[in-house]
C-alpha cells in the first residue's frame, strides 16, 4: 500500500510539474491582417533603405547599352521620387561603374563610356522612382497581391530584428515593386515575407523564381535552379543624400556618343559574372 502511494504521488508531482511548466499555446497573427498593416505602414515612411541579394543562376540584365549579370543593388528611397544610384560592375577584372540619377521619370547617368559625364538619358527606359510608393503599383500592391498567404512562425534574422514569417504566392510581375522595380520577375513565383514584430513593418522579401528566361541555362546534366531573390527593407526615416547632375548633364548626341559606341566599349571587355551594387536617394517634397 505504501508503495502504492508513493507511485501515485510521484505522478502527481510529474503531472503538475509538466502542466505548470508548458508554455500556453498562442494563436498565430492573422496573416492577411499583418500584412495589410505592413503596406500601409511602408507606403507611409518617409525613407527606407532597401537591398537586394540574388541567387542561383546567373541572371542577365537587359540595358540599352549592353547585357549585364545582376548580383546584388543597395538603395534608399526618399518619398515622393528623387532617386540616385551608383552601380558597379566588373568586366574582365575591371571595375565598371554607372551613376544613375532618377526623378520621377526622368534619368541621368554617367559611365566609361560617358567620359564619366552626367548625361541626360534613361538608363533604364521605363523606370520610375515614383512607382514604389504608389497605391496602386507599388510595394502596397505588391502585398495585396500575395495568394494562398500562411502564417510559417516567429522568427529572429541574423541582424537581430523578430519578425513574424508568411509564405505565399504570386505572379511575378505583381511583386516586380519588392525588387524596387529594377527586376521584373516572370510566372508563378514563391514568396517569403517577413514583418517586423515591433514596428510591423516590411522587414525582408524572399522571392523564389522558376525557369526565369534571363537566367543563364545550364549546361547538359546539370539541373536548372531557381533564381532567389532576397530583398532586405531597413533603415525607414534615415537622412537622405542627394546630388543634383541636372547642371551638368548634355545629351549624349551632344557629347558625340551614340548606344552603340557605349555597346561597343563593354564588348571589348572580356564579359565575365557581374556584381552589380545601387545606391539610391529619393528627394523629399519640398
Known amino acids: 500500500m505504501l508503495r502504492l502511494l ?31 498593416e505592413a503596406a500601409t505602414n511602408i507606403r507611409s515612411a518617409d525613407t527606407f533603405r532597401i537591398s537586394v541579394n540574388q541567387t542561383g543562376p546567373d541572371y542577365m540584365i537587359l540595358t540599352e547599352f549592353a547585357t549585364v ?47 564619366n559625364r552626367w548625361v541626360k538619358e534613361a538608363f533604364a527606359p521605363g523606370f520610375n522612382p515614383e512607382t514604389l510608393i504608389a497605391q496602386d503599383t507599388g510595394i502596397e500592391a505588391a502585398l495585396k497581391s500575395l495568394v494562398d498567404l500562411s502564417y510559417v512562425g516567429d522568427e529572429q534574422l541574423e541582424n537581430g530584428v523578430s519578425v ?16 524596387g522595380g529594377l527586376i521584373a520577375p516572370v510566372g508563378n513565383v514563391g514568396v517569403d515575407v517577413y514583418i517586423d514584430r515591433e514596428t510591423r513593418y516590411p522587414s525582408r522579401f524572399v522571392i523564389t523564381e522558376y525557369a526565369s528566361p534571363f537566367a543563364v541555362t545550364p549546361e547538359a546534366g546539370q ?18 543624400e542627394l546630388a543634383t547632375p541636372e547642371s551638368v548633364a548634355p545629351s549624349l548626341d551632344a557629347l558625340g556618343i551614340t548606344p552603340p ?25 519640398p
Open 164 to 179: 513574424y514569417h508568411l509564405a505565399a504566392t504570386a505572379n511575378g510581375p505583381d511583386v516586380a515593386a519588392l525588387l
Open 69 to 115: 549579370y545582376f548580383r546584388r543593388a543597395t538603395a534608399q528611397y526618399v518619398t515622393p521620387g528623387t532617386m540616385q544610384a551608383t552601380i558597379r560592375v566588373i568586366a574582365g577584372g575591371l571595375p565598371i561603374e554607372v551613376e544613375v540619377f532618377s526623378r520621377g521619370a526622368e534619368q541621368w547617368y554617367r559611365a566609361i563610356w560617358t567620359g
Open 6 to 36: 508513493s507511485l501515485l504521488l510521484v505522478m502527481l508531482l510529474v503531472g503538475c510539474s509538466g502542466a505548470s511548466n508548458g508554455a500556453p499555446t498562442q494563436a498565430p497573427p492573422d496573416s492577411l491582417d499583418l500584412v495589410k
Open 261 to 285: 559606341n557605349a555597346e561597343e566599349t563593354l564588348e571589348a571587355l572580356p564579359m565575365l559574372t557581374l556584381e552589380a551594387t545601387v545606391e539610391t536617394t529619393a528627394e523629399a517634397a
Open 223 to 240: 539541373d536548372a535552379e531557381p533564381v532567389v531573390w532576397t530583398i532586405d527593407i531597413y533603415d525607414l526615416n534615415a537622412t537622405a
